[in-house]
């Protein structure tokens, strides 16, 4: 059984025995060039679907933290919206206060 080392070997390989002159290339040669391809292949699809399955957990963890910073902010935020309505509400009381109609006096006769 023949080895190599990488891809691009395996590919220059191929390319050289198909420029060559296909007389001298044996059936077994062939049959044996496209067994290397097949297991390359599949190595290939088995490694780049480990990449994406590895991607598809990262974005989830990404998504999980993303949903608690979410909810952090949206309970700053109604804690903020409730600060909010409780200032305004005492400056309406401040305001009615001091609307209130205090009786006028007169001044005083001399």
Not at 18 to 23: G, I, K, P, Q
Not at 74 to 100: H, P, T, V
């Amino acid at each position: 059984s023949l080895s190599y080392g990488s891809h691009n070997e395996l590919l220059e390989l191929v390319e050289s025995k198909l420029v060559e002159s296909n007389v001298g290339v044996s059936v077994d040669t062939l049959v044996q060039l496209e067994g290397h391809l097949e297991t390359a292949l599949s190595l290939t699809r088995a490694r780049k679907t480990e990449l994406m399955l590895k991607l598809v957990d990262s974005l989830k963890e990404k998504e999980k933290l993303l949903e608690e910073e979410n909810k952090v902010l949206a309970s700053q935020m109604e804690k903020n919206n409730l600060a909010g309505a409780e200032a305004d509400n005492m400056e309406m009381s401040r305001a009615q206060i001091s609307d209130i109609n205090l009786p006028v006096t007169l001044p005083l006769l001399n």
